[in-house]
T-cell receptor, first 111, second 115 residues
Framework: LAKTTQPISMDSYEGQEVNITCSHNNIATNDYITWYQQFPSQGPRFIIQGCKTKVTNEVASLFIPADRKSSTLSLPRVSLSDTAVYYCLVGAARRDDKIIFGKGTRLHILP | DAGVIQSPRHEVTEMGQEVTLRCKPISGHDYLFWYRQTMMRGLELLIYFNNNVPIDDSGMPEDRFSAKMPNASFSTLKIQPSEPRDSAVYFC?????????????FGPGTRLLVL
């Protein structure tokens, strides 16, 4: 089971870069790392996904070290609207390892 | 595409009543997932389907819960009889088949309150 560990909550200020780290010590070779964002009263929304090194899109960057036992979601220059819960997942729910969303990291952006 | 569609968005019912939640996945997606979210337990996977066939229902809490997918564009999650502890937000998600990668697209959820 590809279990992940991430901080329960984080605070930051507008304009800052926010990094959320996720630990996944027993990640399998073929596992992808996926991050989702959830706003209140909405379903989770895909942010970024990667397998190794670094991935960047218009929203965020995902840094994955060589051993792949952790990964870091980086949000550049956050705004108040980035206040949300962020989930780190490893693997695929449709395989036997059954990804677990858990409670995620509650990010609170302050003005 | 309209995304994943769920209905109703809100449901208030009394204990003992039957509740049916509905989901229309994104066209062409091979997988459909049902989740339940509460403050205490976070987001839990209840069951998922592949090409309309239930694959893993080990997350279904008890026999009062059942799910069906009669065709590729429709799924239901039924609770009979409902209990106050079933109060939660229920999400449906769908995903295309893309090798080892999996991206789930979630619906807006159904907020269920059982009195």
């Amino acid at each position: 089971l590809a279990k992940t560990t991430q901080p329960i909550s984080m605070d930051s200020y507008e304009g800052q870069e926010v990094n959320i780290t996720c630990s996944h010590n027993n990640i399998a070779t073929n596992d992808y790392i996926t991050w989702y964002q959830q706003f209140p009263s909405q379903g989770p929304r895909f942010i970024i996904q990667g397998c190794k090194t670094k991935v960047t899109n218009e929203v965020a960057s995902l840094f994955i070290p060589a051993d792949r036992k952790s990964s870091t979601l980086s949000l550049p220059r956050v705004s108040l609207s980035d206040t949300a819960v962020y989930y780190c997942l490893v693997g695929a729910a449709r395989r036997d390892d059954k990804i677990i969303f858990g409670k995620g990291t509650r990010l609170h952006i302050l003005p | 595409d309209a995304g994943v569609i769920q209905s109703p968005r809100h449901e208030v019912t009394e204990m003992g009543q039957e509740v049916t939640l509905r989901c229309k996945p994104i066209s062409g997606h091979d997988y459909l997932f049902w989740y339940r979210q509460t403050m205490m337990r976070g987001l839990e996977l209840l069951i998922y389907f592949n090409n309309n066939v239930p694959i893993d229902d080990s997350g279904m809490p008890e026999d009062r819960f059942s799910a069906k997918m009669p065709n590729a564009s429709f799924s239901t999650l039924k609770i009979q009889p409902s209990e106050p502890r079933d109060s939660a937000v229920y999400f449906c998600a769908s995903s295309p088949l893309t090798g080892d990668q999996e991206t789930q697209y979630f619906g807006p959820g159904t907020r269920l309150l059982v009195l």
